[in-house]
């Protein structure tokens, strides 16, 4: 039989239309407008602008229709304010400026990061990422942002660090810290090869505009070939350290959860299958690829380590 086999990212041939990107240029015009007049909204959509310059990276395009901006950010997933999917009301009062990012561990310049200084010396760019949440819902999102391959160029790692952890803030606004039963504060973690994958993207926009709130604003990761719960938001604290940590969700279920999640449609959840996936916004359902199809970047940082559960 012959098989011809695309590179995942193309498949099922790129569908992200010039137009879909024109509508996006257009809300991101609009929304820089609405920041100069209102005034409301205090992230910066202007440290967006070299990123909306340059389009999209044309390394990552991903081979499906953008999901509609009205969908990604009104469906979500963010349990520091509540279980359910549409807490995003409760996120506007969740203030964005200023913002400190603290660096420490096993690092040669543990520092703490005003978050506009920080995006003052990195390279900001666009990417077109597919999200995969273990739930079996995805979406396809342009995220504004830099690679933490600069972070880390930036912060020095020391050479005995093996993993990097990631923090989400706690703030008064969010109500589902009240819930003693979750070990907050979220955290997530990577091993540091996995961190210094170009993949590994710092997340400060999302269609153009400052990420929102409920979007894990200012500053989340987004880490497409991995469920989405190890794209960790509202980020105020990346940690070095030479332990493998135990991260949020794989503290809550271990059996269903656990710290290398790479997605895998073979590889069941312990309650429901994960080979296909539902489109935000027209419910499509699709298959869902190995490596959420980006497994010509990312496979090879498993070879070694085949007697992990890479796929829970
Ligand atoms: N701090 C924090 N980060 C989080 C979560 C969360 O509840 N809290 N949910 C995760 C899950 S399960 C998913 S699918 C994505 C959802 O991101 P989105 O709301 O931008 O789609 O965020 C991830 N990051
Ligand atoms: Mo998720």
Redesign the pocket.
């Known amino acids: 039989m012959l098989i011809v086999r695309r590179r995942g990212w193309e498949i099922p041939e790129s569908r992200v239309t010039p137009e879909a990107l024109m509508l996006n240029r257009r809300a991101l015009l609009a929304g820089a407008g609405a920041l100069s007049i209102g005034g409301a909204v205090t992230a910066r959509a202007e440290d967006l602008a070299p990123a909306k310059a340059t389009g999209p990276n044309p390394k990552y395009t991903a081979g499906r229709e953008l999901t509609d901006e009205k969908f ?2 009104t ?6 304010f509540n279980d359910s999917k549409n807490m995003w009301k409760e996120a506007q009062a969740f203030k964005q400026r200023p913002w400190a990012l603290k660096i420490d561990g096993m690092v040669k310049q543990p520092r703490t990061y005003d978050l506009d200084d920080l995006l003052k010396q990195v390279q900001l760019e666009e990417r077109i990422y597919r ?1 995969r ?3 079996t ?1 995805a ?1 396809t ?1 342009p995220w504004s942002g830099f690679a933490l391959s600069q972070l880390l160029a930036l912060v020095e790692p020391l050479a005995s660090a093996k993993y990097v952890m990631f923090e ?1 803030a706690q703030d008064k606004t969010m109500r589902g810290l009240n819930a003693p039963f979750y070990p907050w ?2 955290t ?1 973690g990577l091993a540091m090869d996995e961190a210094a994958n170009d993949m590994a993207f710092m997340v400060t926009g999302m269609y153009g505009k400052p990420v929102p709130p ?3 604003g200012p500053l ?1 990761i987004a880490l497409p070939w991995k ?8 980020i105020v604290k990346i940690t070095f350290t030479d332990k493998k940590p135990t991260t ?2 794989e503290g809550i279920g271990p059996g269903e959860y656990g710290f290398w999640a790479n997605v895998n449609p073979t590889v069941p959840h312990p309650r429901w299958s994960q080979a296909r996936e539902r489109l935000l916004g027209s419910n499509e359902m699709v298959p869902t690829q190995i490596y959420n199809g980006y497994g010509d970047f990312v496979a090879g940082l498993y070879s070694d380590r085949k007697s992990e559960k890479l796929f829970m």
Do not use: D, I
Not at 75 to 80: A, P
């Open positions: 990604s950010t469906y979500n997933n963010f349990y520091e999200h949440c273990v739930e819902w979406m999102v989400t504060p979220y997530e409920q979007n894990g989340r469920y989405g719960f190890k794209s960790a938001k509202s949020f969700w």
